[in-house]
């Protein structure tokens, strides 16, 4: 028996980018946009080690102006980091409300900490889920079963009581493996026809 709804964060509640990002740092770096994302995706670990929990804020703040050659103040590249990042996922959040009359809400997502301060802005509803995992609190990304295993501990609930749903279908074949009920995401509408056809009562 399903008793809880697992939702992905990027490109699920909130479509997320960085490409205002790389042409914010490219402006002040005086590098081209190409260059930033061969320097900070290609080249370096530095955004997955942060999404991780491997390194702080700090940490990254400093190695991210050197990979990058840039000299700004700290809030000023965590505020060109992640704002205007995420804009809303038509119909996610009223469909976590309907599901939300039945059964638990949890969130399970690959971030970091600055990002974080920024979705909670867009979305603030996730800060009432019955349950948040953070990849950078846990110290673990997925598709690792550390991830999956701290949601479910938070919810105390087994992986078969559960529907996970992400974007990215290799973290959703791990969410099956593990047990789950598990969806790629498209969009609300197709999701709510999924969990339908599960059974779930959406009211």
Same mark, same amino acid.
């Given at each position: 028996?399903?008793?809880?709804?697992i939702?992905?964060?990027?490109?699920?509640?909130c479509?997320?980018?960085?490409?205002?990002?790389?042409?914010r740092?490219?402006?002040i770096? !005086?590098?081209?946009?190409?260059?930033?994302?061969?320097?900070?995706?290609?080249?370096?670990?530095? !955004?997955?080690?942060?999404?991780? !929990? @491997?390194?702080n804020?700090?940490?990254?703040?400093e190695?991210l102006?050197?990979?990058?050659?840039i000299?700004?103040?700290?809030?000023?590249?965590?505020?060109?980091?992640?704002?205007?990042?995420?804009?809303?996922?038509?119909?996610t959040?009223?469909?976590?409300?309907?599901l939300?009359?039945k059964?638990?809400?949890?969130?399970l997502?690959?971030?970091?900490?600055w990002?974080?301060?920024?979705?909670?802005?867009?979305?603030?509803? %996730? @800060?009432?889920?019955?349950?948040?995992?953070?990849?950078?609190?846990v110290?673990?990304?997925?598709?690792?079963?550390?991830i999956?295993?701290?949601a479910?501990?938070?919810l105390?609930l087994k992986?078969?009581?559960? %529907?996970?749903?992400?974007?990215?279908?290799?973290?959703?074949?791990?969410?099956?493996?593990?047990?789950?009920?598990?969806?790629?995401?498209?969009?609300?509408?197709?999701?709510?026809?999924?969990?339908?056809?599960?059974?779930?009562?959406?009211?």
């Amino acid at each position: 028996m399903i008793k809880a709804i697992i939702f992905d964060f990027g490109n699920v509640i909130c479509h997320f980018t960085n490409d205002i990002l790389r042409q914010r740092i490219a402006d002040i770096s !005086g590098k081209t946009v190409e260059e930033i994302k061969e320097l900070v995706y290609i080249k370096s670990d530095i !955004g997955k080690r942060f999404e991780a !929990g @491997l390194i702080n804020g700090q940490e990254f703040y400093e190695e991210l102006c050197q990979i990058c050659g840039i000299n700004i103040p700290y809030q000023e590249l965590k505020t060109i980091y992640s704002k205007d990042k995420f804009t809303r996922v038509e119909g996610t959040k009223e469909l976590i409300e309907k599901l939300r009359k039945k059964y638990k809400v949890s969130l399970l997502s690959n971030t970091s900490e600055w990002d974080w301060d920024y979705m909670i802005q867009v979305a603030p509803e %996730v @800060l009432s889920f019955d349950s948040i995992t953070k990849s950078y609190e846990v110290k673990a990304m997925k598709p690792s079963e550390v991830i999956y295993a701290d949601a479910l501990k938070k919810l105390n609930l087994k992986p078969e009581e559960c %529907v996970y749903t992400d974007d990215i279908l290799e973290y959703v074949d791990k969410a099956k493996s593990l047990g789950f009920e598990a969806f790629q995401f498209t969009t609300a509408n197709k999701f709510e026809e999924d969990l339908k056809s599960i059974g779930i009562e959406i009211l």
